[in-house]
């Protein structure tokens, strides 16, 4: 009877140690997940055709938050960041004007400093069709942001506040995983 009694008991024991083992697991898997988002990743969804056709409405977006660290964000770069009108929302827009730069957009072409030569947006979905044309300083530490599909897209020519300081930049969009019939990195 006493060794059904400490073969009972080991059995608790044993049950015990393993749920106490699938905690431990849980909360370190939890803990790891929420460093993750919170200091190296920023997950994103895209809730509009601003950057069609290279990033979809509904998509899934892994941006790199360590991107910027040690260097400053070039043209061309899709990033996510808090958007300047509104530091509650997040967007995501490629940088076309650096720190310094002039942008002008005559006629939907993009030129820079004064450029006789338009950048090549060879990455948007459409030629520009009435779009908002303006006249942009970008002042130092900023970064002047347009969608890639540029008819729809409100971006910098249209916000209050135009430009995004580079602390407001939370990360470099590098990785769609949804859906998974486009799992790609963004270009």
């Given amino acids: 009877m006493k060794n059904q009694k400490n073969t009972k008991k080991a059995e608790e024991t044993s049950l015990g140690r393993e749920i106490w083992e699938y905690v431990k697991l849980i909360v370190i898997v939890v803990v790891v997940m929420v460093g993750l988002q919170r200091f190296v990743i920023i997950n994103a969804q895209i809730p509009s055709e601003s950057m069609e056709d290279n990033i979809m409405t509904g998509d899934r977006i892994f941006g790199n938050r360590l991107a910027y660290i040690k260097s400053d964000p070039k043209r061309f770069d899709v990033v996510i960041f808090k958007f300047p009108d509104d530091e509650k929302q997040y967007f995501i827009k490629r940088v076309i004007g650096l720190p310094g730069e002039t942008v002008d957009v005559i006629d ?80």
């Fill in 108 to 187: 939907g072409k993009v030129y820079i400093d004064g450029s006789d030569t338009p950048l090549d947006d060879s990455f948007c979905k459409e030629e520009p069709l009435g779009v908002k044309d303006g006249h942009f300083e970008v002042p130092e530490g900023a970064y002047f942001m347009l969608g890639d599909n540029r008819n729809v897209s409100r971006d910098s020519r249209w916000w209050n506040h135009p430009y995004v300081m580079k602390e407001k930049i939370l990360g470099k969009a590098v990785f769609r995983y949804w859906p998974l019939t486009r799992i790609s990195l963004v270009k």
